[in-house]
C-alpha cells in the first residue's frame, strides 16, 4: 500500500481544530461552523443545522448491534442526488465526514464555500464516481489545499497537521479509539454517512428545523444505548451563523 496513505492519524473531536481545517478546505468560517451540542434537551438546540458530526467509540458492542441488525438498515433507497463514499484509510473517518457534510449542503447556502477551494474541486472531479471509487480517489488526491495563510499542502498533510496540533508525540502509527460519521438532512430526511458501513442510512423525515432533535434520537438508540459503559460520545452540529 501506498505508505503516504497509510500515514492517516486520528482527528480530535475539537470544534477549534476541526473549524480550523474547514477553513482550510474552503468554507468561510465567518458564516458556518462547527460548534458543541452540550445538552440534549430542546431548548438548548438551535435549529437550521446544515449537518452534525457524531464521535463515538469503537466499542465491539455497538460494532456487533450493527452487525446483527444486517441489511435491514439498507432497505431504503439512496437517492440519486446524495454524495457518498467509502473509507478505505484507516483514521480518515474525520475527513470523510467533513467532505460528506459538505458535499450534501443544500444550494442555498453553498455560498459558504470558495469555489475555487479545494472542496468544490475534489467534488466535480468524483460527482459521476461510484462510492468506492471515490474512496480511491481520496487515497492518490492530487489536488492541493490552499490554506488561508496562503501556504499550499496535499489533503494527506492538511489532514495530518490538524491531527498533530495537540499531540505530544505525533505517532503516524497512531490508532483511534473513536469513530467519526456525519448526519445530513437531504430531500426531507435524517441520513447517516459512514464510509464503514455497506451504505448510507436513511432514517426519518423530518422538517430541517427538527434535523437535531432526530440526529439525537439516533445517536441515543444506536449508539449512546447499545454501550451504557462509554462516555467517550461528541456531537458537533454544521450551523450559519456561529464564530
Request: hydrophobic share 40%.
Amino acid at each position: 500500500m501506498d505508505q503516504k496513505f497509510e500515514n492517516w492519524l486520528p482527528l480530535e473531536s475539537n470544534t477549534i481544530l476541526l473549524n480550523k481545517y474547514l477553513a482550510n478546505l474552503g468554507v468561510n468560517t465567518d458564516f458556518a461552523n462547527f460548534v458543541d451540542i452540550v445538552s440534549f434537551e430542546p431548548e438548548f438546540l438551535i435549529p437550521g443545522s446544515l449537518g452534525a458530526l457524531f464521535v463515538y467509540p469503537d466499542s465491539p458492542a455497538i460494532n456487533n448491534y450493527f452487525f446483527e441488525q444486517g441489511d435491514k438498515m439498507f432497505e431504503k433507497p439512496i437517492p440519486h442526488s446524495l454524495y457518498y463514499m467509502k473509507q478505505i484509510a484507516e483514521n480518515a473517518c474525520g475527513t470523510i465526514a467533513l467532505l460528506h457534510i459538505l458535499a450534501n449542503i443544500p444550494k442555498e447556502y453553498q455560498f459558504i464555500i470558495n469555489e475555487e477551494s479545494f472542496c468544490p474541486q475534489f467534488i466535480q472531479n468524483t460527482i459521476n464516481m461510484t462510492p468506492e471509487e471515490r474512496a480511491e480517489y481520496l487515497k492518490n488526491c492530487k489536488l492541493e489545499v490552499k490554506k488561508k495563510d496562503g501556504s499550499v499542502k496535499s489533503l494527506q498533510d492538511a489532514h495530518k497537521e490538524v491531527a498533530q496540533e495537540n499531540l505530544e508525540d505525533p505517532n503516524i502509527e497512531l490508532k483511534a479509539g473513536h469513530h467519526f460519521i456525519a448526519f445530513v438532512w437531504h430531500n426531507g430526511s435524517v441520513i447517516e454517512l459512514d464510509g464503514r458501513k455497506k451504505a448510507p442510512i436513511i432514517y426519518a423525515d423530518c422538517q430541517q428545523e427538527l434535523f437535531l432533535e432526530k440526529v439525537i434520537e439516533i445517536c441515543q438508540k444506536h449508539y449512546i444505548e447499545k454501550d451504557l459503559k462509554e462516555i467517550g460520545f461528541n456531537l458537533m452540529a454544521f450551523q450559519i451563523g456561529f464564530e
